[in-house]
């Protein structure tokens, strides 16, 4: 079965602080992983995905294999990364996610 | 990228009536999809729906319950029936691009 645990509800960090958005999942085969964004009042849309190894928006992601994790990091954070997060997987050669229960980020000033 | 429409944004509905949400994209997709994203949890899939055929049901979802249409490439439409309380929810329809998915805006629906 595929699974995506996110296990804070809540995070809350200071301007310039650093941020991490934990992400573990359960897949038996090899997952593709993504982070999924919902800033107030838009829509969700993607922020990375683990094959492109890409940083967006200063965001980086990095799949552990062995730790069956897809954290998101950011060194610095800024008030408009306040937001929804989602991590999710998809997983053999089916174009559907399997979400988390999303991890809702706001940056104090 | 591929643009997507979807409507109503929101509807109050009265218990055992039915609402269609309508999901129209500017590109034609092969793969589209339907979640469910109850109060406070994440997102459900529903189905894809299969242009051509019938749609593909998740576990704990079914046809008569959430009737789906495909009748081309470039659109869907969703059918929450008979509907209960429980079934309020935000409704979402999903195209997969190339590698990505994209997101309508939405359905919030509210049953009284």
């Known amino acids: 079965a595929q699974r995506v645990t996110q296990p804070e509800k809540l995070l809350s960090v200071f301007k310039g602080a650093p941020v991490e958005l934990k992400c573990n999942y359960s897949?038996?085969?090899?997952?593709?992983l993504f982070w999924y964004v919902q800033y107030s009042r838009q829509r969700l849309q993607l922020l990375l995905r683990h094959i492109s190894r890409e940083s967006i928006k200063g965001f980086t992601a990095d799949l552990n294999k062995g730790e069956t994790s897809f954290h998101l990091k950011k060194p610095f954070a800024q008030e408009e990364d306040s937001a929804m997060y989602y991590c999710?997987?998809?997983?053999?050669?089916?174009?559907?996610?399997?979400f988390g229960q999303g991890t809702r980020l706001t940056i104090n000033p | 990228s591929a643009v997507i429409s979807q409507k109503p944004s929101r509807d109050i509905c009265q218990r055992g009536t039915s609402l269609t949400i309508q999901c129209q994209v500017d590109?034609?997709?092969?793969?589209m999809f339907w979640y469910r994203q109850q109060p406070g949890q994440s997102l459900t899939l529903i189905a894809t729906a299969n242009q051509g055929s019938e749609a593909t049901y998740e576990s704990g979802f079914v046809i008569d319950k959430f009737p789906i249409s495909r009748p081309n490439l470039t659109f869907s439409t969703l059918t929450v029936s008979n509907m209960s309380p429980e079934d309020s929810s935000i409704y979402l329809c999903s195209v997969a691009w190339g590698e990505k998915l994209f997101f309508g805006s939405g359905t919030q629906l509210s049953v009284l």
């Open positions: 897949y038996s085969g090899s997952p593709e």
């Open positions: 590109s034609q997709v092969t793969m």
């Open positions: 999710a997987l998809r997983g053999g050669g089916a174009q559907k996610l399997v």
